[in-house]
């Protein structure tokens, strides 16, 4: 038997003008989740989502982002960080060194509101659902012409994402 071991700067790096991620672990290594470095740019907002069947685990490694991991009292279309939850919570800015925790089911989001780059551990089980998804995203991302939302709104139902508030970029 033998393990894995990705060296800092290693991995498979997908990259585009608004987004960056590298595959740290993939369904090919593991059978409980995959892996990767997410930096998210000034500006990003996932917009608040939910999976039916995932579970996600983030850990802010550089910087800090506005992150929310509940489901509130009402859902609205709206920004997401006015959301409270009925035990009082709200979103809340994080900073190093920070984990998030998401079951499946609950409602979640991050985004860059600084003016420098964030950097964050994800993973997400069962692999290898979001490796696929970033595969299929950098392609849409890196295809000529304006950004075709509504190819990401298709993709990310395909891949168990219900999208509850809209994802946003800095241009």
Known sequence: M????????????????VQEVTFKVTGE????ASC??????????????????????????????EVMAFEPRVRTSSDWRTWHAADGRRPVTAGEGTV???????????????????????QASPPPDH??????????????GPLDHEAIADLRIRYDIEQLTPMRHAT
């Open 100 to 122: 998030i925790v998401v079951p499946p089911g609950c409602p979640h989001a991050f985004a860059n509101r600084s003016g420098s780059p964030a950097r964050m551990f994800f």
């Open 131 to 144: 490796e696929r998804y970033f595969e299929e995203l950098f392609a849409i991302l890196n295809s000529p």
């Open 29 to 32: 290594h593991s059978n409980v």
């Open 36 to 65: 990767f470095e997410v930096v998210v740019p000034p500006g990003f907002d996932v917009g608040a989502h939910v999976h039916t069947n995932s579970e996600e685990f983030f850990y802010i490694l550089d910087g800090e982002l």
């Open 2 to 17: 033998t393990g894995l071991l990705v060296p800092p700067g290693h991995g498979r790096n997908l990259r585009s003008a």
